[in-house]
């Protein structure tokens, strides 16, 4: 008979039920890869246009230099499952504790400035999710004082060591945040700001679980008409502290400005007349912890 034809004389086998797959999962997030299909949301893509940016759960933009919570929402599904814990270690105004507690995962969050640290807390206090969040007042580079403070906040999340660890720090002395002497926008050179940069890349990589990823938000800068690239340098600082890199990630910058008017005309014409070209991106460098 011809081949793939049932013959008539056998009796028809009984067709299996068809049963679920079982979900196989990585280590480090709750995505189910048999039905990977369906994760339209989650982007495995390293050009992100964001046009702009999220304002639900509590998210607004009072603070320059936050960052848009969809690179929080991306990195957290991810690198982390549910009821997992992640260090921000330049909180700001809080968008990682947002949308940590958003996803269902806890965050410990460091701040220089005690003004920020105190209208986070407030912040998180009006929105109802402080159980999820634990801010610190403290300086990033600090191993010995800050580290132990983290420690702490994660033991009262009963873990040893974090699951997430994201960094958006100053990007150099871009904008000055504050007036204190070990705040990173006020490093006084290039050298010196990565310097400070590299001390909280290795406090990450200490507090951080074997296997688990980090984040770096960072733009680049120009000085006396020449770029200096902040981000690869910061890459090269998590390197040399044993971080190996994932993934750059390229974001444009829109969705997080408010409007620029007749300066970015100014710019425009700057550019022209200098030779070089107008930042609109900056980066999310993914890394993980060997
Ligand atoms: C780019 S902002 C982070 C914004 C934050 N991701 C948000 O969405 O609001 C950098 C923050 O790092 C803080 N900072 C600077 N130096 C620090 C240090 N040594 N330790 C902790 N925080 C620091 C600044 O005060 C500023 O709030």
């Known amino acids: 008979m011809i081949t793939g034809m049932r013959d008539p004389s056998t009796p028809q086998a009984k067709a299996p039920l068809r049963t679920r797959q079982a979900p196989k999962q990585t280590a480090y997030n709750d995505i ?3 039905r990977w299909k369906e994760y339209d ?4 893509d390293s050009l992100w246009v964001i046009p702009s940016r999220e304002r639900s759960a509590g998210h607004k933009l009072d603070y320059h230099g936050n960052c848009v919570p969809q690179i929080l929402t991306q990195m957290l599904q991810r690198y982390t499952k549910t009821g997992e814990t992640m260090v921000d270690f330049f909180l700001g105004s809080g968008t990682s504790a947002i949308e940590a507690h958003r996803l269902g995962r806890h965050c410990v969050g460091v701040e220089i400035q005690p003004r920020m640290a105190a209208y986070v807390q407030e912040k998180i206090d009006d929105l109802g999710i402080g159980e999820t969040t634990r801010i610190i007042t403290g300086d990033s580079t600090d191993k010995i004082w800050t ?3 983290i420690r702490n906040a994660l033991q009262e999340f009963n873990v040893d060591q974090c699951q997430f660890a994201f960094l958006h720090p100053p990007y150099a002395d871009i904008i000055q ?5 070990k705040d990173l926008s006020n490093a006084g050179s290039t050298d010196g700001f990565l310097e400070e940069f590299e001390k909280v890349a290795s406090l990450a990589f200490e507090l951080l679980e074997k296997g688990r990823f980090a984040a770096v938000v960072i733009g680049d800068k ?3 008409g020449e770029l200096i690239p902040l981000g690869f340098y910061c890459m090269d600082r998590m390197n040399r502290v044993g971080f190996k890199t994932k993934s750059i990630i390229v974001k444009n910058m829109t969705g997080n400005e408010r409007g620029k008017g007749r300066t970015s005309n100014l710019w425009r ?11 609109k991106h900056e980066y999310v460098i993914v890394f993980q912890k060997p």
């Open 32 to 34: 189910d890869l048999t």
């Open 41 to 44: 949301e989650v982007s495995t």
């Open 147 to 149: 580290g132990r403070k």
């Open 177 to 181: 945040f504050s007036n204190l002497e």
């Open 222 to 224: 120009y000085t006396n």
């Open 269 to 279: 014409y700057r550019a022209l007349a200098g030779g070089f070209y107008l930042f």
